[in-house]
Structure formats: structure tokens, C-alpha cells
């Protein structure tokens, strides 16, 4: 049975059947009992589960990652929770160094069973330090996964599989979707990491998106459509890494045509990543991508429209595709 539910709530759904389903699984983060902080995904969660399982630490991103870490290594799946992913760098240490690395550097015999939850804020003129987009950084470590939904339905199926996964899982989410609201089934349920999603079927060109692009990218798809007659094909991605190439290739090798919509920096990027792949192994493709100027990010809403991007900038893209 299936429902509408809004972004944010079907995490808070997540959170509560994952935690109900297995005694174990502990939340620790800042503001996990401050619905501004968070918003609507943790509500609840303490009066249900208790303090000693939904933990409100004070403000030092390290020492509540490397606790999550610990938890996780002793048997406890933990979620460690970064209301704005900016200040996930003070934890690189026991993100990288130590879980990325510890099931290898154990011969794969010891799990660490642990989500790294961290939320884009950007817009609303919150600039350069509390506006990153940070996934590409994490999905260079090996021993990371990286998840980006991009609807309501994949926040809940992914964050359930970020849970059950028994290893490290950087889940990176953006409040610009916490407004939209799709079908999402009541039940428990996981959305496969490293499977992307065939958003829209097309034959013309093919966009590869992540995260809120996804929904941009679908409604530059349905301009292009109307005003042009061009029937392009959206991928969403939902796993940065593993990335599912295959299903990327095969919609490259179909429509002879793709742009790589990111929502971080163009150089050294994941649409950096997809196109290099592409002209790999499609390289009868014509590439082309769209990203985010090598610039931090304003303090002015003026200056914002034109730095992020939107459905309007990837129909302009297109149109102008050589």
C-alpha cells in the first residue's frame, strides 16, 4: 500500500521502521530533537525510541562521527547526522581514515555498519560556508558509498539500504526537496544502492542527474517536448557511487547524446567522472555537461539565480547543444 508523503517525512519514516526493526540501530547528531534543526525527518524519534537511542550531541562534528564509528565497529548501526554537510569536513578523520578503511584493513571480517546523513542548505542566501555540495569529495574514498535521492520514495528505500548496509554510507540530501511529495508504500522497503533509475524514457538526447537536478531535469524535459519536439531520456542517478555505468552507456549508446546535469563544481566532478566513462566506452557520444561555476556561493539572492541551476539553464543548454 502506497501513499503521497513529502521528502522529509518519508526519512522520518525510514528512520522509525529501520530503528523499530532492529533494537541496534542508534541515531547520534546535532539537533536530532529540534525540528528547525533537522526538520520534520527526526520527529518524534526521541519520544519513541529514548535518549540513549536518539542522541542529541552538542556541536562538534568530529567527536559525534568518530562516535557513531565506535558504535557502529561494537555492533550498534549507528546514524551519524550533519544538519549541514559543510561542517562534515571537521569529521574527514573518522570518515576516511578510519571507517572507509577499517573492513579492508580487517580482511573484510569486521563491518562498520554506519550512515554518514548529511544535508545540502543551500539558496536562501546562506553563502560560500553553509551552501556546499559535497559528494564528489566523498565518492573519491574508496571504502564510501555515496546516495543522493531524488524523490520522496528513494529517501525512504535508500535510507532503509544506508541502514542495512554493513558497511560506511555517505547519504547526502537536499532541503530544496524536502517541499515535493511522491507515492511512497507504507511497508518497510529498501531502493537498491548503485541502481539508477530511468526517470523519464526518451529517444532524442539523454540527461543524467542527482538529487534536485533530477526534478529540474524532468521539467526541462517536458519544455523541450512541448516547445521543440525533443524527446529526452532522464537518468536518475540515485548512487554517486557505486554508479551504475551500464544503465548510463546503454541510454548514451541509444540517443548518441547526453549532458550531465551536477549541483556542485564543474571541474573534477562526478559529471567530470560520467563523461570520462562515456568517452571510454561510448565514445561515438557527443558530451557535453552543466554545473555549477568554479565560484563559492553568493550571499545575494540576485547573484543566487544566476549561480544555481535550474530547468530553464539545462533548456538553454540543450538548445544550444553543437
Known sequence: MARKLKFGLAINEALKQAMQADERVILIGQGVKSPWYVGNTCKDLIELFGDDRVIDTPVSENAMTGAAVGAAIAGHPAISVHPRVDFMLYAFDPIINQAANWSYMNGGA?????VFWGIINRGGEQAAQHSQALQAMFAHVPGLKVVMPATARDAK???????????????IDDRWLYGIEDEVPEEIFETPIGKAHIAREGTDLTIVASSYLVQESLKAAQILQNTYAINAEVIDLRSIKPLDSSTILASARKTKKII???GTWASFGVAAEIL?????????????????????????????KDYYIHADNIVDCIKNFD
Open 110 to 114: 569486521l563491518p562498520v555498519p554506519v
Open 157 to 171: 528505500g535508500l535510507m532503509v539500504a544506508a541502514i542495512k548496509d554493513p558497511n560506511p554510507v555517505v547519504f
Open 260 to 262: 550531465v546535469v551536477d
Open 276 to 304: 570520462a566513462q562515456v568517452l571510454e566506452h561510448a565514445p561515438s557520444t557527443r558530451a557535453r555537461r552543466l554545473a555549477l561555476p568554479d565560484l563559492p556561493a553568493p550571499a545575494n539572492r540576485v547573484l543566487e
